[in-house]
T-cell receptor, first 115, second 112 residues
Framework: EAGVAQSPRYKIIEKRQSVAFWCNPISGHATLYWYQQILGQGPKLLIQFQNNGVVDDSQLPKDRFSAERLKGVDSTLKIQPAKLEDSAVYLCASSLDPRGRETQYFGPGTRLLVL | DAKTTQPPSMDCAEGRAANLPCNHS???????VYWYRQIHSQGPQYIIHGLKNNETNEMASLIITEDRKSSTLILPHATLRDTAVYYCIVRTSSNTGNQFYFGTGTSLTVIP
């Protein structure tokens, strides 16, 4: 079974530029998550999708971050404009159950550096 | 916010059992305890989870105290490849679904 795929693996941008990350969850998984992991900290949930609907985006900085999951499969996370403090690893995870009651499986992450 | 506390770091000799403790004194009756680990530059990897009973799989054992306020992850024969950050997580439930809140984890170093 293929795991969660993410791209790109690395990205370097200057502040005030925009950037987008892509995630392809495990086939058939209803719930998709985006996490932000700052160096030395545990992952922090940004947004949770159930199929193609948002169920929790309370920790997403909506003035600059946006995410979508069209057709309930792939998802993109965008930052516009980026700030220095956005430098982090962005992790995508998915779980089978629509309410997230099953185990979450994580992708390798996208490492973002904002200069 | 994370509902768990873990020691920031631990060492373990190769081939010995690694016992990683976790406190979750405010856990609710229907909340599960999950363990993940994260090897450098990789995404977190699922290890094991449980509710009340002790659990064992091919990777590890999970011992949950009777009052459910703490648990211990046991790696029975640690190898150098087990060097990683280990996260103990309480899966919380809300009207919108179930979420994981990660703390800072325990950095385990397996020593040759």
């Amino acid at each position: 079974e293929a795991g969660v795929a993410q791209s790109p693996r690395y990205k370097i941008i200057e502040k005030r530029q925009s950037v987008a990350f892509w995630c392809n969850p495990i086939s058939g998984h209803a719930t998709l998550y985006w996490y932000q992991q700052i160096l030395g900290q545990g992952p922090k949930l940004l947004i949770q999708f159930q199929n193609n609907g948002v169920v929790d985006d309370s920790q997403l900085p909506k003035d600059r971050f946006s995410a979508e999951r069209l057709k309930g499969v792939d998802s993109t996370l965008k930052i516009q404009p980026a700030k220095l403090e956005d430098s982090a690893v962005y992790l995508c995870a998915s779980s089978l159950d629509p309410r997230g009651r099953e185990t979450q499986y994580f992708g390798p992450g996208t490492r973002l550096l904002v200069l | 916010d994370a509902k768990t506390t873990q020691p920031p770091s631990m060492d373990c000799a190769e081939g010995r059992a690694a016992n990683l403790p976790c406190n979750h004194s405010t856990i609710s009756g229907n909340e599960y305890v999950y363990w993940y680990r994260q090897i450098h530059s990789q995404g977190p990897q699922y290890i094991i989870h449980g509710l009340k009973n002790n659990e064992t799989n091919e990777m590890a054992s999970l011992i949950i105290t009777e009052d459910r306020k703490s648990s211990t992850l046991i790696l029975p024969h640690a190898t150098l490849r087990d060097t990683a950050v280990y996260y103990c997580i309480v899966r919380t439930s809300s009207n919108t679904g179930n979420q994981f809140y990660f703390g800072t984890g325990t950095s385990l170093t397996v020593i040759p």
